[in-house]
Nanobody, 122 residues
Framework: QVQLVESGGGLVQPGGSLRLSCTASGNIFSFSAMDWFRQAPGKQRERVAEITTSGSTNYADSVKGRFTVSIDNAKNTSFLQMNSLKPEDTAVYYC????????????????WGQGTQVTVSS
């Protein structure tokens, strides 16, 4: 099977930084992109960043200029560098990827990480 595992969350003061990582493992044949989402209490899950395996990126307006997404294709790992954090960035952060598995090359399957809590507070 396939797993996405995130790490790097925590408590940080406003203006601080955190770096999240997401590693995909298992019977992976390929994937084309890895997305980062977040969900705050009482709010809908929103996509904050996306990176393709070729390095193209997209960001939500709310994080542009503060968050940077990167990818290490050799390690199936994406990173989300979050700078100038604000209290409104507080949320559970999830990574997501549509993965083509070695045991079924016909379809892409959507996988989510378990989530990592980011809390921005003084």
């Amino acid at each position: 099977q396939v797993q996405l595992v995130e790490s790097g969350g925590g408590l940080v003061q406003p203006g601080g930084s955190l770096r999240l990582s997401c590693t995909a493992s298992g019977n992976i044949f390929s994937f084309s992109a890895m997305d980062w989402f977040r969900q705050a209490p009482g709010k809908q899950r929103e996509r904050v960043a996306e990176i393709t395996t070729s390095g193209s990126t997209n960001y939500a307006d709310s994080v542009k200029g503060r968050f940077t997404v990167s990818i290490d294709n050799a390690k199936n790992t994406s990173f989300l560098q979050m700078n100038s954090l604000k209290p409104e960035d507080t949320a559970v952060y999830y990574c997501n990827a549509n993965i083509r598995r070695t045991d079924n090359l016909l379809y892409d399957y959507s996988y989510w990480g378990q989530g990592t809590q980011v809390t921005v507070s003084s």
